[in-house]
T-cell receptor, first 117, second 115 residues
Framework: AQTVTQSQPEMSVQEAETVTLSCTYD???????LFWYKQPPSRQMILVIR??????QNATENRFSVNFQKAAKSFSLKISDSQLGDAAMYFC??????????????FGKGTHLIIQP | DTEVTQTPKHLVMGMTNKKSLKCEQH?????MYWYKQKAKKPPELMFV???????INESVPSRFSPECPNSSLLNLHLHALQPEDSALYLC??????????????FGSGTRLTVV
């Protein structure tokens, strides 16, 4: 079974600074996808960024970027120029490519990100 | 329309009640999911519907009964729940069976309290 581990229950960063959230995972598969989702107090899970395992290039979405180390099974999220609106619970998630079946996501336990004004 | 809509947003029910949660999307997505999320925990997968057929049931108790009447609608029927079933129930959809191609879209959830 796949597992996703987020070792930082809570992180705090000053507004405009950079913060990195850690995520490691365990899988025996070679084709899979990794995601970072954000869940603010409004409860809706919002996709922040996704990474396909077969792509070596790290994904980037505006102020959000990942450091994907496939051999080390590591997938960290870097948030640059942190803004107050970035405050939320961040979940790292794994999806196995099954080639024909919908499997859903396996989530880590989450990291609560606090932005200090 | 790029949303997944869940109703109701809040629900309080007794242990002998029967209620239903509703999830709707009009994005043409062909896979839909129910997740359960306890406070300060990650979402846990309950059910997956793919092309209106139940494809995954993660050993969920029979007091939870999913239904997919059509490709846009997903229901979760609740009966004889226990207080420990109190949680946020999230619905999600994806464009195809391999949801990661285009990502998953989540609703805002139904906050369920069983008394």
């Amino acid at each position: 079974a796949q597992t996703v581990t987020q070792s930082q229950p809570e992180m705090s960063v000053q507004e405009a600074e950079t913060v990195t959230l850690s995520c490691t995972y365990d899988t025996s598969e070679s084709d899979y996808y990794l995601f970072w989702y954000k869940q603010p107090p409004s409860r809706q899970m919002i996709l922040v960024i996704r990474q396909e395992a077969y792509k070596q290039q790290n994904a980037t979405e505006n102020r959000f970027s990942v450091n994907f180390q496939k051999a080390a099974k590591s997938f960290s999220l870097k948030i640059s120029d942190s803004q107050l609106g970035d405050a939320a619970m961040y979940f790292c998630a794994y999806h196995m490519y099954s080639g024909g079946g919908a499997d859903g996501l396996t989530f880590g336990k989450g990291t609560h990100l606090i932005i200090q004004p | 329309d790029t949303e997944v809509t869940q109703t109701p947003k809040h629900l309080v029910m007794g242990m002998t009640n029967k209620k239903s949660l509703k999830c709707e999307q009009h994005m043409g997505h062909r896979a839909m999911y129910w997740y359960k999320q306890k406070a300060k925990k990650p979402p846990e997968l309950m059910f997956v519907y793919s092309y209106e057929k139940l494809s995954i049931n993660e050993s969920v108790p029979s007091r939870f009964s999913p239904e997919c009447p059509n490709s846009s609608l997903l229901n979760l029927h609740l009966h004889a729940l226990q207080p420990e079933d109190s949680a946020l129930y999230l619905c999600a959809s994806s464009q195809d069976e391999d949801g990661a191609n285009y990502g998953y879209t989540f609703g805002s959830g139904t906050r369920l309290t069983v008394v």
